[in-house]
């Protein structure tokens, strides 16, 4: 089973976050009940809060890049070591109007699985690191 949720959260990269643009992959990727915590954005809930997410987050940065960096899996859990990469060019609500500054930040995601599905997940980024390389947050000195 681990192996089977392994492939499921590198399809969840690929289709839901990178350039491949099938949001319609959220039908099979995530439960009806799914809650996803999310640390600048918010909580998100169902199939429709993640493609929502998914969309307005590649609307904000049509060119972003994950890579998948580590993955590990036991039991109901998949645990991926992650990075990011593009550039600010669409307006979103909580990002306002494009920059046009590109960024790179890293992150872990542990994700919850049932009959197949992710069910629930919790994502810590460098959401800092991304607001202030967007110039939307100053940079200490």
């Not at 089973?1 to 969840?12: L, Q, T």
């Not at 998948?68 to 990469?85: C, H, K, L, N, P």
């Not at 990002?95 to 790179?104: N, S």
């Not at 699985?113 to 959401?127: C, M, P, Q």
Request: net charge negative; no cysteine.
């Amino acid at each position: 089973m681990s192996e089977k949720n392994k492939a499921v959260v590198r399809r969840e990269f690929e289709e839901m976050f990178n350039q491949r643009g099938n949001l319609d992959a959220a039908e099979d990727i995530y439960t009806p009940d799914y809650v996803g915590h999310e640390p600048v954005f918010g909580d998100l809930y169902g199939v429709e809060g993640a493609r929502e997410f998914a969309a307005d987050f590649r609307q904000a940065f049509p060119d972003i890049q994950t890579t998948i960096e580590d993955m590990m899996a036991e039991g109901d859990r998949v645990v991926t070591r992650f990075s990011s990469s593009g550039t600010h060019q669409g307006e979103i609500e909580d990002l306002g109007p494009p920059t046009g500054r590109q960024f790179e930040v890293t992150g872990i995601t542990i994700e919850r699985f049932s009959d197949g599905k992710i069910v629930e997940d919790w994502t810590n980024f460098d959401a800092l690191g991304l607001l202030q390389q967007l110039g939307l947050v100053p940079e200490q000195q």
